[in-house]
């Protein structure tokens, strides 16, 4: 079955850097665009970054345009979330996202706490 394995959250100073991992299984990894998602306390989930199936595009949130960076691994069915300047605002829970076989499909998702 498809499935979605965040990794990578933690605590970090505002300023600081964190790289997130999404290992994949289940599904041809290659042929899909894949997403992050976030979603703070008492705030709906939003859209962090998406790219194409061969990487070879990317688009961003405003609100992170800059300092982050999304990218993949085909041959390790893995979607990365370089984060960099974090700050305060970007404590959220991180989702993985992608569309396949006709259903949204998410992982468990990582925590990320930006705090000094």
């Known amino acids: 079955q498809v499935q979605l394995v965040e990794s990578g959250g933690g605590l970090v100073q505002p300023g600081g850097s964190l790289r997130l991992s999404c290992a994949t299984s289940?599904?041809?990894?290659?042929?899909?665009?894949m997403r992050w998602y976030r979603q703070a306390p008492g705030k709906e989930r939003e859209s962090v970054a998406v790219?194409?199936?061969?990487?070879?595009?990317?688009n961003y949130a405003d609100s992170v345009k800059g300092r982050f960076t999304i990218s993949r691994d085909n041959a390790k069915k893995t979607v990365y979330l370089q984060m960099n300047s974090l700050k305060v605002e970007d404590t959220a829970v991180y989702y993985c996202?992608?569309?396949?076989?006709?259903?949204?499909?998410w992982g468990q998702g990582t925590q990320v706490t930006v705090s000094s």
């Open positions: 996202n992608t569309y396949v076989q006709g259903r949204e499909r």
């Open positions: 289940g599904f041809t990894f290659s042929f899909y665009a």
């Open positions: 790219i194409t199936s061969a990487g070879s595009s990317t």
